[in-house]
């Protein structure tokens, strides 16, 4: 699945390029919503992100894309890598800019973990936010 944003001046740190703490809340809000297209109806937290080391600073106005890829389904979790490429508006050039790992539990209404559905659920079609 993929995920685009733009690096908006609010987003930017005391040096003038992209805050690590934006990148970070875009990796888990998006690796989320692909955990709920992929198990609808599953109530998801967050277990854990792999360690996050940042390669490149990212300037304003850079399309950031995510490309968020189930990787380890378990019996009450699942692990998405993401893998993350930055371009500046004025150029063509699409670097790599940050790559990690996260993994959500399934719980229930307690918080307490829970199985996930052995086969994923298809989402309803008649969801007209969903069609494209």
């Known amino acids: 699945m993929q995920f685009k944003t733009i690096v908006r001046s609010e987003h930017l740190n005391h040096h003038g390029v992209l805050f690590g703490g934006y990148l970070l809340l875009w990796v888990d809000e ?11 109806g599953v109530r998801f937290v967050t277990r854990g992100m792999e360690a996050a080391s940042f390669t490149q600073s990212v300037q304003n106005g850079a399309i950031l894309t995510f490309d968020v890829t189930q990787k380890k389904k378990g019996r009450t979790s699942v692990t998405y890598g993401i ?7 004025d150029s063509l050039e699409c670097r790599p800019v940050f790559q990690t790992q996260i993994t959500f539990c399934a719980v229930d209404e307690e918080g307490r973990k829970t199985a996930l559905p052995e086969f994923p659920q298809k989402t309803d079609s008649s969801c007209r936010t969903c069609q494209s």
Not at 83 to 89: M, W
């Open 83 to 89: 893998d993350i490429a930055a371009r500046n508006v």
């Open 30 to 40: 998006f690796a989320y919503i692909a955990a709920l297209e992929d198990f609808p």
